[in-house]
């Protein structure tokens, strides 16, 4: 109910500074605050972001992170710094959430076909201006809490702009919320690393670049799990 009345505000504001906020950043700061709410209003539920001094913000990124559940996105909103995301077209079906991530500026693409790799270059004006951009390399969560394999859209983007990846590891969001539910528990650590960027001019092919991204984060993941098995 909440965020059906934040919703009215949100409206303002994008209608007041649509005329000279071309990207947007108004309606997409009321965006983040209202997913960074939905962890607000969870008391048991705690978070860490770790690694904020890899990123200095105002610079362009483009940011990957591992997909576990619903909760990576209010997690991610809770970072200090704005950014447009890329997201699956039928989050844009569901009610509310569409009309925020609308008015925010975001992206969507249907997977697997050639429109996404279009929809992709809506994201240049952004990075051009130093503004972030976040993806999910997998395209979808993981059932099983493992590194899915990566698409290459995050990769090639990269490559045609020249901007860096900067890889994010997610953990703890699929034991708050487990995937394909909306069941939740009422305590939990939610945890965002934000590893060190990687340059796209290290790499000879974007294949490699990817493969070597995903290596960089599938042992940053182990190491997450083995540390949270030992506790």
């Known amino acids: 109910m909440m965020y059906v009345v934040l919703l009215i505000p949100t409206v303002l504001i994008f209608l007041i500074t649509y005329p000279f906020d071309k990207h947007r950043l108004f309606a997409n700061w009321m965006f983040m605050f209202v997913g960074r709410s939905f962890i607000w209003f969870n008391p048991g539920w705690k978070i860490e972001l770790r690694g904020l001094e890899n990123y200095k913000p105002g610079e362009a990124r483009i940011f990957i992170a591992n997909h576990q559940s619903f909760c990576d996105m209010p997690l991610l909103a809770s970072l200090p710094w704005q950014m447009k995301w890329v997201s699956k077209d039928s989050l844009y079906k569901v009610p509310v959430l569409g009309q925020y991530m609308a008015m925010a500026g975001h992206i969507y693409v249907k997977r697997g076909t050639a429109q996404a790799l279009i929809s992709m270059k809506q994201?240049?004006?952004?990075?051009?201006?130093?503004?972030?951009?976040?993806?999910?390399?997998?395209?979808?969560?993981?059932?099983?809490?493992?590194?899915?394999?990566?698409?290459?859209?995050?990769?090639?983007?990269?490559?045609?702009?020249?901007?860096?990846?900067?890889?994010?590891?997610?953990?703890?969001?699929?034991?708050?919320?487990?995937?394909?539910?909306?069941?939740?528990?009422?305590?939990g650590v939610m945890t965002a690393s934000i590893l060190p960027a990687v340059n796209p001019k290290n790499y000879e092919t974007v294949g490699r670049y990817r493969d070597a991204v995903y290596s960089m984060m599938n042992e940053e993941l182990q190491k997450l799990v083995k540390l949270s098995g030992n506790n």
Do not use: C
């Open 123 to 187: 994201l240049h004006p952004y990075l051009k201006e130093n503004i972030p951009v976040m993806l999910f390399p997998e395209g979808t969560r993981s059932r099983t809490g493992e590194l899915l394999k990566f698409k290459s859209g995050a990769f090639l983007l990269s490559d045609e702009t020249k901007v860096p990846i900067q890889p994010i590891l997610i953990s703890g969001t699929r034991d708050v919320v487990r995937p394909d539910t909306w069941i939740t528990r009422s305590s």
